[in-house]
Structures are given as structure tokens and as C-alpha cells.
């Protein structure tokens, strides 16, 4: 049995490019930082960020081009995909992405948005839920305090 899935929740480092193939299937490319907090050899926490290409077909890219934007969270669900073209130089270029089959909107602070009052934005989770939001603490977690 073989498995190809990715799951990655992230960031969006760029607005969503929207396209339109021949075939006139919508597809919609975008990028997604996740972000890793690690202690080295020494003790030290580390950082690292990486950077995933995500590409999205159909209505759903539609949607996602109409409500994420640069800054937004989203989760996405997919597989990953190598493609490879010849460049303007000759030479052999290589890309991997993940190809979406499912992207959630992630959490939307107060004054972020897709795009303002000229945009349609979907209902937020406190208006869906009568206005009982969740209550996110203040506070920083700091790693070492989880118990495992």
C-alpha cells in the first residue's frame, strides 16, 4: 500500500495567484510558511520556517482566491506532486507542491480580513455560533511547561 498525503497549517506568504486553464478549470497557486520550534544539541530553542507551494483547482479555488489573501492561516490537505519543465535557458527546472484537495480558513483576527467592505467575507465562527467564541489566553505558551 502506498500513501501520499500532506497536511500543513500555516501562513499564507503571499496573495493567491488565480488563473484559468485552457480547458477553462479554474486553478489558483499560493504559498504557505509553517513555522518549527526545536531545542538543539546545546539546549538552545531553535526556529526554523519552511515554505510549501500549494495548488488548488476548480470552485474551490475560486474561494480560495476570493477570501485569503497574504497573512492569512489556512489549513491545507493534499498530495504532493514533483513537476518538471524545460526553462527559457534549456535547462531541466523542477517544483514540488502540494496539490489541495481541502483548504480550511484558519482564525481571522478583529482588523485582518480578505479585503475589506467591498469584499463578500464568509460569517465568522462567533456570528455561526451565536457569539459564544473561543477564549484564547493572552499569554505566550512556553514550551517547557507542557508536561510531555
Known amino acids: 500500500m502506498y500513501l501520499n498525503k500532506a497536511f500543513i497549517f500555516g501562513n499564507l506568504t503571499r496573495d493567491p495567484e488565480l488563473r484559468s486553464l485552457p480547458s477553462g478549470l479554474n486553478v489558483c497557486s499560493f504559498s504557505v510558511a509553517t513555522n518549527r520550534v526545536f531545542k538543539d544539541r546545546d539546549g538552545k530553542k531553535q526556529e526554523q520556517t519552511d515554505f510549501h507551494n500549494v495548488v488548488v483547482f476548480g470552485r474551490q479555488a475560486d474561494t480560495v482566491a476570493q477570501y485569503l489573501k497574504k497573512g492569512s492561516s489556512a489549513l491545507v490537505e493534499g498530495r504532493m506532486q514533483t513537476r518538471s519543465w524545460e526553462g527559457k535557458d534549456g535547462e531541466k527546472k523542477y517544483r514540488t507542491e502540494i496539490v489541495a484537495e481541502s483548504v480550511r480558513f484558519g482564525p481571522r483576527s478583529a482588523g485582518s480580513g480578505a479585503g475589506g467592505a467591498n469584499r463578500n467575507t464568509p460569517p465568522a465562527d462567533e456570528e455561526m455560533s451565536g457569539g459564544t ?16
Open 133 to 148: 467564541g473561543i477564549e484564547y489566553p493572552k499569554d505566550d505558551i512556553n514550551p517547557d511547561d507542557i508536561p510531555f
